[in-house]
């Protein structure tokens, strides 16, 4: 009974407290409403290529054409769209000089401004700016109720994002182009440009009388500027670049067999370091460049070993009576990948030996045929050969998981070497019984054809990052 | 007086004689089986109780004169009696009559306060269904009313949902990212209408050139979708924005 009389009683006292907790929960709910900070994930972007414009640098008439160099190689990279000069809403050569809105109006992100000073007959200073279309126009704003809270996050940004000056030989004009082709790419992706390095191939010019000559060329990427630093009535093979890029290990048929020589680039001076009895194919730098990877047969078939540069010691890697050949280091040279016929006459595949545990295991599975492998510079993937219905691919193998990408569809795709940014994979294909060079982005967006050269190429070889032009920044 | 009193009493005696004659001898007459014998000793009995009788009777006689005198006298005291009694019956009717009107009225009474009593029963049980159907109408106008707040809730919740999605669409199709596993956050101011007019790098990636390019998606995609309503607006006036792509 008391219960009851207490319920009853309640009765009123519980309207008294549900109540005010009822509006007080309410409240809260509101409050939780309006003071819930909201937070987007955005958890992917376009796959477009970011719209960009060059403007022609000022007077720059004497020298190379700046403008057209950056925008040739910003495009060539897959990641810039360059807008085309007949559509600039104004001309300009400074930052200072931009009407911003009317170049987010053409839906530009990033514009390139820059001007050329002759300093004496042959010295020219460069200036150029990197400008954002978008982050200029940032104000300072009070909020709602007057006070301006946490000031220092709504300032005004600065829309120029580089300004940088060089002074420059003529001759270096076009490189100076490249290299500000790759400042501008690192700036806005976050990656290294690749505009200033440079490839290795072999050309075979046919002269009917003599028969071919072989020739190993070096040219910018673009195509310009090849230089001949080897020639040989005999087959000249399998070009590699020193991490530094200041000489390149080559197999030369010259003396009737294959032997294995480093020649530096710029003297011209070379070195035979594989003099060895049967084969001596494939040299592949270490990532230290202290070491040499290998094919030699001197034992009787092709294994793999590597030498020491400085002390000429031979190191066998490989032992057993399969071919095996091409090898290529880990970018942290821990590891070799190379390939083998271990597992089929003809069926070549690729495998990897650890310097660690000194074993060896096979990698790929897709296909009956893999070979010339390359890892990217992130170790992440191996760029190789694969062969498919009789047509061969590059293709590219995710380490981890051994998932294989086609990157190409040609028929007889081969010799693939990996940009030293990683991001693109230049190969020899052949069209219209031609050998000639193509590009392809490892993620396989991006496809594009090198300039045509004389003759027909072979052989490719990415150079590593070179080093640039002493330049100054200057004050935003 | 005096003759006819005798007379009276003779004419009377003489009855009785009679009476007595028949009641004695006239069974013996008219009964022929009788045998005689016990005839005559009959009356001579007869003739000698008779005697006795009549004594007796004339004492009653006598007595019942003075009965009947007494009587008459009672008789009228009787009367007297009686018509007292019927007066006391009378007093006692009415008295009782009263009385029963009394009662009457105390059942009236009674009755009626029965009656209130029931009616006050009536009108509290009523109340008390009043109050618990108010009761129950608070219960049901509170869990409607929490119904309608929590759905009004939910309905601004799924704008706001709605808003962000938009958002996050018009923000990811602007965006160009510069990087892969990196992530930075941006806090974003708005005008009503959607105007961006502030956008700060709170949590920077590392890396320039990604954190560059989330916030030139955001002013790309400026003028973002945003409500009208004051109360959702107020949600948008100021957010941040996370830009981790996967």
Redesign the interface.
Same mark, same amino acid.
């Given at each position: 009974m008391k219960a009851l009389d207490s319920k009853g009683g309640g #009765?009123i006292g519980r309207?008294f407290y549900v109540a005010p907790a009822?509006f007080a929960f309410?409240f809260c709910?509101h409050l939780g409403?309006?003071q819930?900070?909201? !937070?987007?994930?955005? !958890? #992917?972007?376009?796959d477009?290529?970011?719209p960009i414009a060059i403007l022609p640098f000022g007077q720059e008439a004497p020298i190379a054409p700046f403008s057209s160099v950056i925008q040739q190689d910003l495009q060539r990279s897959g990641r810039f769209q360059a807008v085309q000069s007949h559509k600039f809403p104004e001309k300009a050569v400074r930052s200072s000089e931009l009407t911003l809105s009317a170049w987010q109006n053409l839906g530009v992100?990033s514009i390139v401004v820059g001007r050329i000073q002759p300093l004496s007959s042959s010295q020219y200073q460069v200036i150029f700016e990197l400008v954002?279309?978008?982050?200029g126009?940032?104000?300072?704003?009070p909020?709602?109720n007057g006070t301006p809270d946490n000031p220092s996050?709504?300032i005004q940004n600065n829309s120029v994002?580089l300004a940088q000056e060089f002074i420059i030989h003529a001759s270096e004009s076009r490189k100076l182009a490249h290299q500000i082709s790759d400042i501008i790419y690192?700036?806005? !992706?976050?990656?290294r440009g690749i505009a200033l390095t440079r490839i290795a191939y072999v050309s075979v010019v046919v002269e009917s009388k003599q028969g071919s000559e072989y020739r190993l060329e070096v040219a910018d990427l673009d195509g310009f500027n090849p230089r001949v630093i080897m020639r040989s009535k005999k087959p000249l093979m399998s070009p590699d670049w020193s991490k530094d890029g200041s000489k390149i290990a080559y197999v030369s048929f010259e003396n009737g067999r294959s032997e294995i020589f480093i020649q530096n680039v710029s003297t011209g001076r070379r070195e035979k370091i594989a003099p060895y009895m049967g084969l001596n194919t494939a040299p592949a730098w270490s990532p230290d460049g202290n070491k040499l990877a290998l094919s030699l047969s001197k034992d009787g078939n092709s294994e793999i070993y590597v030498l020491h540069l400085e002390t000429k010691r031979l190191e066998r890697l490989t032992n057993d009576g399969a071919i095996d050949t091409e090898p290529a280091w880990a970018p942290d040279g821990k590891a070799l990948i190379f390939t083998s016929d271990r597992g089929g006459e003809g069926k070549p595949q690729i495998y990897q030996f650890s310097f660690e545990t000194r074993a060896t295991k096979r990698l790929t599975f897709e296909g009956d045929y893999n070979a010339r492998g390359r890892f990217t510079s992130d170790g992440r993937h191996i760029i190789m050969v694969n062969r498919q219905n009789g047509q061969f691919h590059i293709a590219v193998q995710e380490v981890e998981t051994g998932t294989v990408f086609w990157l190409t569809d040609g028929v007889f795709d081969e010799s693939p070497t990996v940009a030293p940014n990683g991001r693109l994979v230049l190969y020899a294909t052949k069209e219209g019984g031609k050998g000639l060079l193509q590009a392809v982005s490892v993620d396989g967006r991006v496809r594009l054809r090198l300039p045509a050269r004389e003759g027909e190429i072979r052989e490719p070889a990415w150079s590593p990052f070179p080093i640039g032009l002493r330049g100054k920044g200057l004050s935003l | 007086m005096r003759w006819q009193i005798s007379f009276f009493v003779s004419v009377t005696c003489h009855i009785l004689l009679l009476v007595a004659l028949f009641w004695v001898g006239f069974p013996h007459v008219f009964s022929p089986i009788r045998p005689l014998f016990e005839r005559n000793i009959d009356i001579i009995e007869a003739v000698a109780i008779d005697e006795r009788e009549l004594q007796t009777e004339l004492k009653k006689i006598k007595s019942q004169k003075q009965g009947e005198r007494s009587a008459e006298k009672a008789a009228g005291e009787a009367q007297k009696k009686r018509v007292k009694e019927e007066k006391r019956l009378e007093e006692l009717r009415i008295e009782r009559l009263k009385e029963a009107k009394k009662l009457e009225e105390l059942k009236k009474q009674k009755q009626k306060e029965e009656e209130n009593r029931e009616q006050r029963e009536r009108e509290r049980i009523e109340e008390e269904k009043k109050r618990a159907e108010a +009761?129950k109408a /608070?219960k049901v106008a %509170?869990e409607s009313a +929490?119904r309608a707040?929590a759905e009004k @809730?939910r309905l601004?919740q799924e704008k706001?949902g709605y808003y962000?999605d938009v958002? %996050?669409q018009k923000?990811?199709?602007?965006?160009?990212? $510069? =990087?892969q596993n990196?992530s930075c956050?941006l806090?974003i101011?708005l005008l009503p209408g959607g105007s961006v007019? =502030?956008?700060?790098v709170?949590e920077g990636s590392g $890396?320039?050139?990604?954190d &560059? $390019?989330? *916030?030139? /998606?955001v002013? %790309?995609a400026s003028p973002l979708p945003v409500p009208q309503e004051p109360?959702l607006w107020?949600?948008?006036? &100021?957010? @941040? *924005?996370?830009?981790?792509?996967?």
């Open positions: #009765q309207v009822f309410l709910v409403c309006v819930a900070e909201i !937070t987007i994930e955005i !958890t #992917q972007g376009s477009s290529a970011v992100e954002d279309v978008y982050k126009q940032q104000k300072m704003l909020s709602q996050l709504f994002l690192e700036r806005l !992706t976050g990656e | +009761e /608070a %509170k +929490e707040s @809730t601004a706001v962000v958002i %996050k923000i990811q199709s602007h965006w160009i990212p $510069s =990087g990196l956050l806090r101011r007019v =502030g956008v700060a709170i $890396s320039l050139a990604f &560059d $390019s989330a *916030v030139r /998606a002013h %790309k109360e107020n949600q948008f006036r &100021d957010f @941040t *924005v996370r830009f981790k792509p996967q």
